[in-house]
């Protein structure tokens, strides 16, 4: 007995060595350098744009609160995430951070005091930043506003909630890494894949993760339920979902730039994306972007299920609805109106298989972002407390079965669980 729990003992002893070794690999030494005092001027223009190039605002600034100084409430399956500050305050933000010790939590997702820094912060993306970016970053945020605002506490469930548990997601999912460009491709391609894969971190929303929260490949696209959050980030190589390997490069420089495209609107989390990062990029980032995007491997297509049926009382209802309360905007025949209200006939949102979108737009309305490209958007109100959840399953199954949809009925219990679910 005293032997075997000496081998477990012993077990226990290596396998914690290696989690360790294994959240320290690839860290370089952190130098005792002080704080930055005065920035270069070109260097804070430049953090600047890669500030919003990457939407740190969104994540790091609560609503009405004070831009960087943390508090937004982010949440997972595992608990609630709140967005730290990131101003330079001394006692509450990183004012007292070094060049090297905010390096090393964009590429190792470590903090200042060694804690293992939690992935809903995208190190696992921002891991493929140049040293020359991370520094530019850290100047400006040098410049930003002091605010004292402590961090809120995580508030997440036993394991998670411990760093014993975080060391060991990280030993399975998380390698620090670089951007690897491919000599077989353009600069424009390569500048591309940079922002999507690293700055952009697409993959944030845009793919599957599994019960512990983590892709398999963070280069995946090929879509997930945003958790929690209730929307669906449909696939970027799936030609029925949102890829674009057949769009002109401009309509899709156009739909990053303004939120709205001929062949596309933005919405949901993905209309913040614009509003707050994409629209404010220059036109050869979006370019590249662009050119990356379009050239992404198409994913094969899914073999068609059986569309769920709808009975003759759902049709009759959803018909009614529609006629009421949907036609004036988007025609009798699901046309729409030409740069105003997008046609539902053949609108690959309307037909996605997930129709947690489709929900979220009926109940809370939606709006595509104001940008200085497109800045008084037309949009569509809320129709929680207009429909019950049975006249919502009836009008989108409507929609999803008429002028040639063939994506099948949505049921009320869909509909019921996210009302019930999504945060208000």
């Not at 101003?87 to 190792?108: S, V």
Request: aromatic share 8%; net charge neutral.
């Amino acid at each position: 007995m005293k032997r075997a729990l000496g081998i477990l003992a012993a077990l226990v002893l290596v396998l914690g060595a290696l989690v360790f070794w294994l959240n320290q690999r690839g860290e370089d030494k952190i130098s005792d350098a002080p704080p930055l005092a005065a920035p270069a001027a070109d260097a804070v223009a430049r953090g600047a744009y890669l500030v919003r190039a990457g939407n740190c605002v969104s994540c790091h600034t609560q609503r009405g609160g004070a831009q960087f100084a943390g508090g937004r409430a982010i949440e997972t399956p595992f608990g609630t995430i709140y967005g730290s500050n990131l101003t330079p305050d001394k006692a509450t933000g990183i004012g007292e951070w070094n060049a090297d010790e905010f390096w090393r939590a964009l590429h190792n997702g470590r903090a200042r005091d060694g804690r293992l820094l939690y992935p809903a912060f995208p190190y696992a993306n921002y891991t493929l930043l140049t040293r020359a970016d991370a520094d530019a970053i850290y100047a400006y945020l040098r410049t930003v506003p002091p605010v004292a605002r402590p961090n809120t506490p995580h508030q997440l469930r036993w394991p998670y909630s411990t760093q014993t548990a975080l060391a060991a997601w990280r030993a399975l999912y998380f390698t620090a890494g670089a951007q690897e460009n491919d000599a077989a491709k353009s600069p424009e391609w390569n500048r591309g894949a940079y922002l999507v894969r690293g700055l952009g971190h697409c993959s944030a929303c845009h793919t599957t993760r599994n019960a512990l929260g983590a892709n398999a490949n963070m280069m995946d696209l090929s879509g997930g339920l945003i958790p929690m959050q209730n929307w669906y980030a449909p696939s970027l190589t799936s030609s029925d979902e949102a890829g674009v390997s057949a769009w002109d490069l401009a309509h899709i420089e156009r739909l990053l730039k303004t939120g709205i495209a001929p062949r596309g609107a933005t919405l949901g989390p993905m209309a913040e994306v614009v509003l707050q990062s994409t629209q404010h990029l220059s036109d050869a980032d979006l370019r590249a972007m662009a050119v990356y995007l379009k050239s992404l491997p198409p994913s094969a297509k899914a073999s068609p299920s059986e569309a769920a049926p709808m009975s003759p009382r759902m049709a009759e209802i959803g018909a009614k609805i529609y006629e009421k309360q949907c036609a004036q905007c988007h025609g009798d025949k699901g046309e729409g109106i030409a740069g105003a209200y997008p046609a539902l006939a053949g609108n690959r949102a309307v037909n996605l298989p997930v129709t947690a979108n489709l929900v979220q737009v009926v109940l809370g309305g939606s709006f595509a972002p104001a940008t200085a490209g497109n800045p008084r958007p037309f949009g569509m109100p809320p129709y929680a407390t207009v429909l019950s959840d049975e006249e919502v399953a009836a009008v989108l199954s409507h929609i999803r079965t008429s002028w040639g949809n063939r994506s099948g009925a949505v049921s009320e219990l869909e509909v019921n669980l996210q009302r019930s679910s999504t945060p208000p």
